[in-house]
């Protein structure tokens, strides 16, 4: 019939419309879990890396730089980065049935991720992101590591 | 023969399925972004239980080790760690115990759980509804 000619037509454009001007939301809403997973790496590698250290001034330094190397791929705005570490809990002590209680390093990491890094998204904004990660010191590393 | 259609009703059903649609839309969208979030969520589950099995497996009883050459960790002290390795992350520790992986070598096993954010519409919606678990193992290996 003449008169339905097109009906359908136009509903399919105006969902194709809201479609394309929801894409670029899509896109750069990505980049706040890419960056927490990004971040959240980046604190156990500096973790891991401290973790190795033999003294807390050593693991306190490497994780820092562990950190700001592998920050600096990140998608983390530049200059947003901080990086804490805490070596307070460093020694590991003996439990009085013979085990070794491993000593602890945490690293805490937060960072601003650009919004609309990829694609310039009118209204949205930076998200901050932060992730706190610890992990065990092993009370025999010296012995094997140097 | 067939019946006229009112004027009025013309265009009613596409205008309908153009508000689904576009409800469609926004649902996908919702999920597809907070899917994203999850899946970081689990993703950071899934190194916190690594990491507290490496802690728990550094719990080894060293004395009993050099006396009968048997490889036990100290269970309450393997908790304490996996807990607060695990819990700086915001993981639960679920279980733990030593079993023997493929090649018959002492393995302890840490399993953590987490109630994960799903933020909905850049945040509009923060649903907490998911709970993610995680599983992450360590060998047992005594320093000699």
Same mark, same amino acid.
């Given at each position: ?146 | ?72 960790? *100290?269970?309450?002290?393997? @908790?304490? !760690?996996?807990?607060?390795? &695990? /819990? =700086?992350?915001? *993981?639960?520790?679920?279980? @733990?115990? !030593?079993?023997?992986?493929? &090649? /018959? =070598? ?39």
């Amino acid at each position: 019939m003449r008169d339905d000619r097109g009906s359908a037509t136009v509903p399919l454009l105006l969902l194709g419309i809201v479609l394309i001007l929801l894409a670029p939301f899509a896109v750069a809403a990505s980049d706040v879990p890419l960056g927490l997973t990004e971040v959240d790496a980046a604190a156990g590698g500096a973790a891991r890396v401290a973790a190795a250290e033999r003294s807390p001034d050593e693991a306190r330094a490497a994780a820092q730089r562990a950190a700001s190397e592998l920050l600096r791929r990140s998608r983390c705005k530049e200059g947003t980065s901080v990086v804490d570490v805490d070596v307070s809990a460093f020694e590991g002590e003996r439990t009085p049935n013979g085990s070794r209680r491993p000593g602890m390093v945490s690293v805490r990491v937060e960072c601003t991720i650009p919004a609309g890094r990829r694609v310039p998204v009118p209204g949205m904004t930076d998200s901050l992101v932060r992730v706190e990660v610890a992990e065990a010191v092993d009370p025999f590393r010296a012995s094997n590591a140097r | 023969m067939r019946a006229s259609r009112s004027h009025d009703d013309r265009g009613d059903i596409t205008i309908g399925t153009m508000w689904l649609g576009v409800v469609l839309i926004f649902f996908l969208f919702a999920m597809l972004v907070g899917g994203g979030f999850l899946r970081a969520q689990g993703d950071q589950s899934d190194r916190s239980a690594r990491r507290a099995a490496r802690g728990a497996a550094m719990t080894i009883d060293v004395d009993v080790y050099r006396s009968s050459g048997e490889v036990l960790i *100290d269970k309450t002290a393997a @908790l304490e !760690v996996a807990q607060a390795v &695990a /819990g =700086r992350s915001g *993981d639960s520790i679920e279980n @733990l115990y !030593v079993t023997k992986d493929d &090649a /018959g =070598r002492d393995v302890v096993v840490v399993e953590v759980s987490r109630r994960a954010r799903m933020p909905v519409l850049g945040g509009v919606l923060p649903v907490e509804l998911v709970t993610i678990h995680r599983r992450g193992a360590a060998r047992l290996e005594p320093a000699t």
